[in-house]
Each structure stands twice: as structure tokens, then as C-alpha cells.
């Protein structure tokens, strides 16, 4: 098992743990979404794999430098925690759009044993049992969504681009157009990506920001109550970003995207929220921004269970 994972707050949001027949691969869950009985998923480390060099080890990009024959395995490794195969995963092909797409059995293996057929798709659902939805990162946010009244799922990457653009809203409007879902009835994770600490932007990214996500105290004392027991106004000012001296920001797209999930009806109980960062850990994960970009790729996976016969 991993040590020495810097966190946040006083608690343990995302459960780390590791494959009972490769010890070395860890990877994190939530207990919220596994408490909901009809999912299985993981957010990947760089730990378990067999790629090599800055790639180590568990490299999820055919993109990054990386020997196919390594990827392929490290997709393998990852398949078999679901009791699936490669051919059961289906990869977005990620451009920071906020661009659902529709996932059947037809789409099966796309991105890992097939060619995808599709581009300019950031955010996934599907309400079809044995489909390992897969997305991908290296700082930005991963969004899991579960509608255990529908038996639905959703899986989406949110960079700035797309927190903006509010992906986490417009999944779950994809999830109530073709399955019903309703906001009240969802569980939502926020997993491993770069904290505020880390994540400096220039000042028309933070204006983008400010007027997507008018200041709210209420909401930000929601989410601060997350990682701490008393805060001042100042923290309450500086939730979303605040100017440093050299004229940039510091943005806080874990925040941000509590309240787009927030804001589109999801209960505050139902919203778990990462206390690991990508960019403070880069033994354990890879982050662009601590590897000026020499970097793998980590893996968002969700799988809908089938349901149990009676």
C-alpha cells in the first residue's frame, strides 16, 4: 500500500486500497458510491503497472510514449478488478467539451481493443450492466455520477473548460433525458485532481469563473464545513480563487464543481468530495503540472452491476 498520501481536512474522502493479487497496484474508491450497491469503480495510481520510466507504472495513455504492449497489459490489470476483460472498457476521447455520449454494448472495447469511431466526447453515461466506462487525467476533475432509482451511471472529465461549462450539470441532464434520472435521487464524487494550492490560472480564466459561480457564503461554508471545523470570511472570500501578488489566481475547480452539482439539485449528503490532490502526490499520481507535462495518464473507471436475480 501507498504511504504518505498528503490529504486535506480531517477525513478520509477516497478509500485507498489494492488488488488482493497484485499488491502493488492501489488505486482509491468512495464508500458513497459502492454504498449504493449497483456499482462497481476506482480512480487509478500510478502503482501495479509494468510501464516504465516517467510512465511508471500504470500508465492509461496509447499516447504518451508508451509501448502498446505495456498499455494494453495495464488496461488488463484493471479490467480484471472488475472481473471484465479490455473488450468490456469503453474510453472517451477527451477535448475539455462538455459532449455526452450515449454508451450501449455496441460501443464495448472502443479506446482500448477497437478504434473509438467518435471524437469530442469528455463525459459518458449508460444504463447497460458489464460496460466499464473509462475516463481519463493528469490534474483535471473526474466526475462520477450514480442513479441507483434508475439504474443509471455517468462518468465525466472536467478541466477549467469544462467546469465552466458546468459538466457535471449537463451529465446529469443527459441522465434525465434518456433514463429519467432525477438530481434528488444521485450520488456524485469528485475524485483525485489538482487543489487550489496548486492550481494557479490567469486572470481571465478566474473572471470566467467568477461569473459562472456567483460568490455564495452559504455554499462555501458547505463545502469548507468538508475539510475543516471553523473558517473565516477571508477563507469564505477566497473559496472559489484569490489574486496572488504576481497578478495570477489560485482556482479551486474542486469547489467549483461541488457547486455545479450543488446547483443542479444534487443533496449536499450525496456529494462526496476529493481530499487528495494529483499535483501534491506525483509518486502516487501523475499530475502535468508536477511534471512539466512528462507524465502518464490515470483512469476513472465505472461499471453499472448487473442486477441480482431473485
Not at 37 to 57: C, N, Q
Not at 198 to 209: G, R
Not at 227 to 234: E, G, L, T, W
Not at 273 to 290: K, M
Amino acid at each position: 500500500m501507498a504511504e504518505n498520501v498528503k490529504r486535506y481536512g480531517n477525513r478520509e474522502s477516497c478509500k485507498q486500497k489494492q488488488d488482493k493479487n497484485n499488491k502493488e497496484l492501489v488505486y482509491f474508491t468512495f464508500d458513497s458510491l459502492e454504498d449504493t450497491g449497483i456499482v462497481e469503480h476506482l480512480f487509478s495510481t500510478r502503482k501495479g503497472g509494468v510501464s516504465s520510466g516517467y510512465l511508471a507504472s500504470l500508465n492509461l495513455s496509447y499516447a504518451r510514449g508508451d509501448q502498446k504492449e505495456n498499455v494494453d497489459e495495464n488496461f488488463r490489470r484493471v479490467a480484471q478488478l472488475f472481473g471484465k476483460t479490455p473488450s468490456d472498457i469503453v474510453c472517451s476521447a477527451q477535448t475539455h467539451t462538455t459532449n455526452v455520449r450515449k454508451i450501449t454494448a455496441a460501443d464495448k472495447g472502443k479506446g482500448v481493443v477497437t478504434e473509438r469511431g467518435y471524437d469530442d466526447v469528455d463525459g459518458m453515461i449508460t444504463n447497460e450492466p458489464g460496460i466499464i466506462l473509462a475516463t481519463f487525467y493528469a490534474d483535471c476533475v473526474p466526475l462520477f455520477l450514480v442513479d441507483p432509482a434508475n439504474r443509471a451511471i455517468g462518468l465525466s472529465h472536467s478541466g477549467w473548460r469544462g467546469t465552466v461549462g458546468k459538466m457535471g450539470k449537463v451529465t446529469l441532464e443527459k441522465m434525465k433525458l434518456e433514463y429519467g434520472t432525477r438530481p434528488e435521487d444521485v450520488h456524485a464524487a469528485i475524485a483525485p485532481s489538482i487543489c487550489q494550492s496548486c492550481y494557479e490560472v490567469s486572470a481571465d480564466v478566474a473572471l470566467a469563473f467568477a461569473d459562472a459561480f456567483p460568490k455564495d457564503d452559504e455554499k462555501a461554508a458547505q463545502y469548507l464545513s468538508r475539510y475543516q471545523h471553523d473558517f473565516s470570511q477571508k477563507e469564505l472570500d477566497n473559496c472559489l480563487f484569490y489574486q496572488k501578488e504576481n497578478g495570477k489566481y489560485q482556482l479551486n475547480l474542486w469547489y467549483a464543481n461541488f457547486r455545479v452539482f450543488r446547483d443542479a439539485g444534487i443533496p449536499d449528503e450525496n456529494i462526496e468530495v476529493t481530499d487528495i490532490c494529483t499535483c501534491c502526490n506525483p509518486e502516487l499520481l501523475f499530475s502535468h503540472r508536477a511534471s512539466m507535462g512528462k507524465r502518464g495518464n490515470l483512469g476513472a473507471f465505472l461499471m453499472l452491476k448487473e442486477p441480482c436475480s431473485r
